[in-house]
């Protein structure tokens, strides 16, 4: 029996032991550290994957009253909870998969194994309305959302700019059919337009104020290291050649050609901004810091595309 199964007598246990809530959320949490699971997919620590994991299960918010946590659950509820619990554990399957939801920017999404799970720091960019780098997001009339996945930055992007139209690009039909599940669920269909596109090849002539690219960016070294989690998910939005900047050196060439005068550009590339330098040498990206966590989010203005890639 592998290591990281749960047994006969464990599930026994559970069932027969476990009545509360915050029963099952304490033994969840501490079967998950005695399994070693990795937490990387909107939590980082067992506690919080426990709850993500049970009270969407049982139907009930994650921030439901402490008051609720004892109450007690029916049989088929703890019988559905152990089946999760035992999938996260033994396959190492992303919570976000098995509930279907992730959160991003303070909304729900739906999710399968057709997109990535959201955890971008585009997030704190959003709530910020790109400022101070963006000086009038009033002005923002057209934005596009280059690799969409989800659709959870395109339709957060659409709450934060109501005026705005968002172009949701991705060069995946399936991730394309799950933006379109999240644009319908938020009633979005007349100002969030899922577009298939490999890059800008499907936007022809199309211009925009504002870019929002989370492409592919793992590097080849990084994909072979990734926790099994990782591997749940389409390796199409992760895997982005031996640098892990394929696709962000097609962005980078084309995005000008793309953007209103005075237009941004703001690009996640993770941990592959440590091979940035050595493949734009003194490209004027503004690198940004993030209050609550995050790395590799870098900005540049249209102007400053076409000086540096022109030259």
């Given at each position: 029996m592998s290591e990281f199964q749960l047994t006969e007598a464990q599930e026994?246990?559970?069932?027969?032991?476990?009545?509360t809530i915050q029963?099952?959320?304490?033994?969840?949490?501490?079967?998950?550290?005695?399994?070693?699971?990795?937490?990387?997919?909107?939590?980082?620590?067992?506690?919080?994957?426990?709850?993500?994991?049970i009270l969407p299960t049982l139907n009930l918010p994650v921030d439901t009253p402490k008051e609720l946590m004892s109450a007690r659950i029916t049989t088929s509820e703890k019988s559905r909870v152990f089946s999760y619990v035992r999938e996260r554990?033994?396959?190492r399957t992303p919570v976000a998969y098995l509930t279907n939801q992730a959160w991003f920017a303070g909304l729900p999404f739906y999710v399968d194994e057709r997109v990535l799970v959201p955890r971008s720091p585009f997030a704190e960019l959003i709530n910020k309305k790109f400022r101070p780098w963006l000086e009038e997001p009033a002005s923002v009339r057209r934005i596009l959302d280059m690799c969409t996945g989800?659709?959870?930055?395109?339709?957060?992007?659409?709450?934060?700019?109501?005026?705005?139209?968002?172009?949701a690009v991705d060069i995946s039909?399936?991730?394309?059919?799950?933006?379109?599940?999240?644009?319908?669920?938020?009633?979005?269909?007349?100002?969030?337009?899922?577009?298939?596109?490999d890059v800008f090849s499907g936007l022809p002539g199309q211009k925009y104020d504002l870019i929002v690219a989370n492409p592919p960016y793992v590097d080849e070294e990084d994909i072979h290291?990734?926790?099994?989690e990782f591997h749940h998910e389409p390796m199409l939005g992760l895997a982005s050649g031996a640098d892990g900047l394929d696709v962000t050196r097609k962005i980078l060439q084309e995005a000008a050609l793309h953007l209103n005068d005075g237009g941004l550009l703001f690009v996640e590339v993770g941990n592959s901004m440590i091979h940035m330098e050595d493949e734009f040498p003194g490209a004027p990206f503004t690198w940004i810091e993030f209050e609550r966590g995050g790395l590799g989010v870098f900005v540049i203005s249209k102007e400053d595309l076409m000086s540096y890639f022109n030259d």
């Open positions: 026994k246990e559970a069932l027969n032991e476990l009545h029963d099952w959320l304490r033994w969840t949490a501490s079967q998950f550290v005695a399994h070693g699971l990795f937490f990387g997919h909107g939590t980082d620590n067992a506690w919080d994957e426990a709850v993500s994991l554990i033994e396959n989800s659709a959870c930055i395109a339709i957060a992007l659409a709450h934060a700019f109501p005026e705005a139209q968002v172009d039909y399936d991730a394309l059919a799950v933006a379109e599940t999240n644009i319908n669920d938020y009633l979005m269909l007349d100002r969030v337009f899922a577009i298939q596109s290291d990734m926790p099994e």
